[in-house]
């Protein structure tokens, strides 16, 4: 059983920015893919970044390409989320996600179905 909690989020200005962090209490923490999910009220979840287990690749939905960021410290068991120019409709709960990649290190995954396990959220708010 993998543990993942977020936090760093909060509310901010449009324009400014914030950076999400989620720790993982997975021993090999460097075998899992990671990603970065958001939900607004009365939406879908949605992908907003993903990163690899290798580190190598990394994956972003195009309403936040340039402006978000997703990294990965194994050292540190976390994974980040760097994000920039906030705009009012980047206004979610943002969840990190995590799935046990071996065979295939270089894969990002961008479907909800693929994780195995979440984090209960941190909610970003950006006002205009």
């Known amino acids: 059983q993998v543990q993942l909690v977020e936090s760093g989020g909060g509310l901010v200005q449009a324009g400014g920015s914030l950076r999400l962090s989620c720790a993982a209490s997975?021993?090999?923490?460097?075998?899992?893919?990671m990603g970065w999910f958001r939900q607004a009220p009365g939406k879908e979840r949605e992908s907003v970044a993903a990163?690899?287990?290798?580190?190598?690749?990394?994956f972003y939905a195009d309403s936040v390409k340039g402006r978000f960021t997703i990294s990965r410290e194994n050292a540190k068991n976390t994974v980040y989320l760097q994000m920039h120019s906030l705009k009012p409709e980047d206004t979610a709960v943002y969840y990190c996600?995590?799935?046990?990649?071996?065979?295939?290190?270089?894969?990002?995954?961008?479907?909800?179905?693929?994780?195995?396990?979440w984090g209960q959220g941190t909610q970003v708010t950006v006002s205009s």
């Open positions: 996600a995590a799935k046990r990649s071996t065979l295939n290190r270089q894969l990002v995954r961008t479907a909800a179905s693929e994780y195995t396990y």
């Open positions: 990163i690899s287990s290798s580190g190598d690749s990394t």
């Open positions: 997975a021993r090999t923490f460097s075998s899992y893919a």
